[in-house]
């Protein structure tokens, strides 16, 4: 049976990728010539650069191959010869020459906008973290560093998708070719071959530098049907704090953290006159996924817990922010919901757990208990599957805490409080 290849299917093979004509070897042109390809002409084809990539010069090589095909079709060519030609070459003269074309193919290794996005989107990529000598190494290969620096968080973090979508825009300004939602990483190799064995581009090399001081988030998108993940306490259990917080319901759906808010001013008025504001709280989740499971660093929700035990071992509640869905109401897009922390203790199965009140409701569910990740440390609360109330089927994941002013985030746990991520 005779194998025939289309014109549509033949320039398809070729699009997105290049022959280097004029950097052919000699036994490659001597198989070409042999088979009746004129050098001069074929280079003619390959246009100034002598290399085959453009959509006109592709059609060309198709139609270059086609002159010597006879199967009197020009959208068609025969590749290779039907079994009743036996002791006749497999494949004809434009089938010869085809093959050795297809098999000069070599392609650019790319990344595009959506792929480079998803990649980074799990972690972070810390600018402040590269080095003198790499943001020169950007500024040689052509980043405005000033643009680039820009793009980061005030703490110097790209860690959204937003950010990570300018960040993508400024590596793209280096790239050639031509397409605004790709850049390529390598230039050209052959197809099939090791991309890691390939010589980068400078926006390749640009995006390996930033590789460098990417951190991938150690916690994530866990979602908690029990409390198969809660730590035990360990020895000597913590010692227990129970505050005679007094609960009061919310009295309309955005009024959480200002009633969590007044529950601590009614227990302690000092206690909120110290209390800072959302722009120096300690944001611990970094981003959400689509049903409002949260990802963060284990350091910041160790960090986060060791602020909580310090404020309730003085006597203090902590006002908490968390997510139950995928909605992101607050400065940093991910938290949903406030509630007061008003204890800590060990349950009966030796869980560690800390207890809230939750101005949701005045009903069975006022108050309740958050359970300590045992890999995370994040504080988490599964929804109660059995519930009435859709809201609270849902799981809490604490994402954030607000600090108090005389009581430092950092000269307690010895690092510095999270930024907001957006």
């Not at 402040?128 to 790499?134: G, I, P, W």
């Not at 599964?382 to 109330?389: E, Q």
């Amino acid at each position: 049976m005779v194998s025939t290849l289309k014109r549509s299917e033949f320039v398809k093979l070729f699009e997105g990728t290049e022959v280097d004509v004029a950097g052919f070897s000699e036994e490659t042109w001597q198989g070409l010539e042999g088979a009746g390809v004129n050098r001069r002409e074929l280079l003619r084809v390959a246009g100034a650069d002598g290399v085959v990539r453009e959509p006109e010069e592709i059609r060309r090589l198709f139609e270059l191959v086609d002159s010597f095909d006879h199967n009197g079709d020009a959208q068609s060519i025969d590749v290779s010869r039907s079994a009743a030609d036996a002791g006749r070459p497999a494949l004809t003269p434009a089938g010869t020459i085809f093959t050795a074309l297809a098999s000069s193919r070599r392609a650019a290794f790319k990344v595009e906008i959506n792929e480079f996005v998803a990649r980074y989107a799990q972690g972070e990529i810390d600018l402040k973290a590269l080095s003198a000598e790499q943001i020169d190494r950007l500024r040689e290969l052509g980043i405005d560093v000033q643009r680039l620096q820009r793009t980061g968080s005030s703490g110097g973090l790209v860690d959204t998708e937003q950010r990570l979508q300018r960040l993508f825009m400024i590596i793209d300004t280096l790239d050639t070719n031509g397409d605004a939602h790709s850049v390529d990483i390598t230039k050209a190799a052959p197809l099939g071959s090791d991309p890691s064995q390939a010589e980068l581009t400078a926006a390749g090399e640009a995006i390996a530098i930033l590789s460098s001081v990417y951190r991938p988030y150690e916690q994530g998108f866990v979602e908690y049907e029990d409390l198969t993940r809660a730590a035990l306490a360990g020895e000597p259990p913590p010692e227990p704090v129970d505050l005679a917080v007094k609960h009061f319901v919310q009295p309309d759906a955005t009024s959480c953290y200002y009633t969590a808010v007044r529950m601590l001013r009614n227990f302690d008025k000092k206690a909120e006159a110290e209390l800072e504001d959302k722009d120096v709280a300690h944001y611990m989740a970094r981003i959400e996924d689509k049903a409002g499971a949260v990802a963060g660093r284990r350091s910041d929700f160790v960090a986060g817990r060791t602020y909580i035990d310090s404020c309730l071992d003085a006597g203090r509640p902590v006002v908490v922010g968390l997510s139950h869905s995928a909605r992101g109401y607050n400065l940093d897009k991910v938290t949903d919901h406030f509630i007061i922390i008003t204890g800590r203790g060990v349950d009966e199965e030796g869980r560690v757990f800390y207890s809230y009140n939750d101005s949701a409701t005045a009903g069975e569910h006022k108050r309740g208990r958050l359970y300590v990740d045992a890999d995370s440390s994040m504080l988490f609360r599964p929804g109660f599957a059995d519930s009435t109330n859709p809201f609270f089927r849902l799981d809490y994941q604490v994402t954030q805490l607000r600090t108090y002013a005389d009581q430092p985030f950092e000269q307690v746990t010895g690092q510095a409080a999270a930024p907001s991520p957006e």
